[in-house]
C-alpha cells in the first residue's frame, strides 16, 4: 500500500521531484465548472409567456452567451496550456489563484450587465473585470515559461501571444466606450470571443508526460522542435521522430507472461499440471 501511494505521489509530482500540473488542472476544472453553473442558474424565465416577456429576458441571454464563450476560451486555452506544461512553481499557482479570483466575479458582471445592459457602469464594470482576467492569464503565461525555461517545447508552443496581449488592449478600450456608448463597448468584448478563439495561445502539441489518447510517443509539432516531450533537451533543427514500437508477436508474449516450460517428468515430479496455451488465452 505504502509503495502504491509513494508511486501515486511520485507520479503527480512529476519527474526529478518537480511538481507536476495534474491537481492544479483538476482544481481549475472545478472552479470553471461551477462559474458556468452560477450563470446558468441566474437566468430566468420570461414573466410571460408570450414574445414580449422573451424580448425582455433577450439582453441578460446574449450577456450569458458571450461569459458562457469568454469562460469557454479560457478553460480550453488553459488546459492545453497546462497539457504542455512540464513543472509548476508557487509563482504559477498563485497566479492561476488570480485568473480563477477574476473569472469568479464574471457571474456577477453577468447579472448586473444582464439586468442593466443600457447603463454605463454596468458595461465598464464587465470590460473590467474580464480586462483584469486578460492580464492574469498573461501573468500566468509568463509564470509559466519562467518555471519550464528549458523546455524548448512549450517556449515555442506559447509563441508570442500577440492574440493574448490584444485581448486586455480591447478589452480596456471597451472600458472606455462603454461611458460614450455602451453597445460600442459590447462590440469590442464581442470581438476578443472572435478574434482569440480556443486554442490561439497554445497548439501544436499532443498531451500530457509525452502520451496522446493512443498511448502512443507524442511529439511536439512544431517547426521549433519535433522532438518527444520525454527526451531530456530539444534543439531547433531536430527533426527527427520516434519510430512507433511494433506490437510483441505471439511468442514474445508467451516468452514474457508464462515461465519456461519443464521436462515432463520435472512437471509431473512437482505435483504441478501444464496449463495449456490456450486457456492462458494466448494464441498458439
Partial sequence: MSEAMEGAEGASSGRDGAIGTHRLEAFSDGVMAMIITIMAFQLKTPVTADFDGLAARLPSLFVYVLSFTVIGIYWNNHH?????????????????????????????ATDWLGNSHSR????????AVA?????????????????????VGIQAAVGTGLK?????????????????NPYLAYACYVSVSLICPPTAEVSGFRLRSGRDHGGRLGHFRSRACS???????????????????R??????????????????????????????????????
Avoid at 120 to 127: D, I
Avoid at 131 to 136: E, G, K, Q, R, S
Wanted: glycine share 8%; net charge positive; proline share 8%.
Fill in 80 to 108: 492545453h496550456l497546462l497539457r504542455a506544461t512540464r513543472q509548476i512553481s508557487a509563482a504559477v499557482m498563485w497566479t492561476n489563484l488570480l485568473l480563477l479570483f477574476w473569472l469568479s466575479l464574471i457571474p456577477f
Fill in 131 to 151: 480586462l483584469a482576467a486578460a492580464l492574469a492569464y498573461f501573468a500566468l503565461v509568463r509564470s509559466i515559461l519562467r518555471a519550464n525555461s528549458d523546455d
Fill in 227 to 245: 522532438a518527444p516531450l520525454r527526451r531530456e533537451g530539444c534543439s531547433a533543427g531536430d527533426g527527427a521522430k520516434m519510430p512507433r514500437r
Fill in 247 to 284: 506490437p510483441r508477436s505471439g511468442r514474445a508474449l508467451r516468452a514474457l507472461v508464462l515461465p519456461r516450460s519443464r521436462p515432463l517428468g520435472a512437471s509431473q515430479a512437482s505435483g504441478r499440471t501444464p496449463i495449456p496455451l490456450r486457456l492462458a488465452g494466448l494464441p498458439v
Fill in 120 to 127: 454605463a457602469l454596468p458595461a465598464a464594470t464587465y470590460g
Fill in 164 to 180: 493574448g496581449l490584444a485581448s486586455p488592449i480591447i478589452y480596456a478600450a471597451g472600458v472606455g466606450l462603454a461611458f460614450a
